[in-house]
């Protein structure tokens, strides 16, 4: 697990994005991409190639990769959901429909992974999961 440092607000990114220059809907785009852009750079440098051997590792490892996240983030995780079926992986994602993310959580066997995905400030329930999620000897 690791959690990255705080980081502004989307609120706070998208009051600076408006407030910075020129306000058309191209030059906002422009900002709005720019800004992206840099996140995902920094992304690039802030991942350890050692952890990220050792999470695809895992991943790889696992009878059943369960996918969470919420809000924001959810969508990283329904597209990660997409990817790891496509190549024929078994995978859950744990949606939360109904409020039933508990009863989706315990389905996570010994052999299965946990893929939590969350940006500061992070979502609690997200959190807990992974906090509450057992692991074995072999790391899943």
Same mark, same amino acid.
């Given at each position: 697990q690791h959690l990255l440092e705080a980081r502004p607000s989307y609120k706070s990114r998208l009051a600076s994005v408006r407030d910075s220059?020129?306000?058309?809907h191209p030059a906002l785009l422009?900002?709005?991409v720019e800004g992206n852009m840099a996140a995902l750079e920094h992304l690039r440098q802030e991942i350890l190639p050692k952890? &990220?051997?050792? #999470?695809?590792?895992?991943?790889?490892?696992? *009878? !059943? /990769? +369960?996918?969470m996240a919420m809000r924001r983030a959810f969508p990283l995780a329904a597209y990660f959901f997409y990817s790891v079926t496509t190549m024929g992986r078994r995978a859950?994602?744990?949606?939360?429909?109904?409020?039933?993310s508990w009863e989706q959580q315990v389905q996570?066997?010994?052999?299965?992974? &946990?893929?939590? #995905?969350?940006?500061?400030?992070?979502?609690? *329930? !997200? /959190? +807990?999961a992974a906090e509450k999620t057992p692991s074995t000897e072999s790391g899943f």
């Amino acid at each position: 697990q690791h959690l990255l440092e705080a980081r502004p607000s989307y609120k706070s990114r998208l009051a600076s994005v408006r407030d910075s220059g020129e306000n058309t809907h191209p030059a906002l785009l422009n900002r709005f991409v720019e800004g992206n852009m840099a996140a995902l750079e920094h992304l690039r440098q802030e991942i350890l190639p050692k952890k &990220l051997n050792e #999470a695809i590792s895992l991943l790889g490892q696992a *009878e !059943v /990769i +369960h996918i969470m996240a919420m809000r924001r983030a959810f969508p990283l995780a329904a597209y990660f959901f997409y990817s790891v079926t496509t190549m024929g992986r078994r995978a859950q994602l744990i949606d939360n429909v109904g409020g039933l993310s508990w009863e989706q959580q315990v389905q996570i066997g010994p052999n299965d992974c &946990l893929f939590v #995905a969350s940006f500061s400030n992070y979502t609690p *329930e !997200v /959190i +807990h999961a992974a906090e509450k999620t057992p692991s074995t000897e072999s790391g899943f």
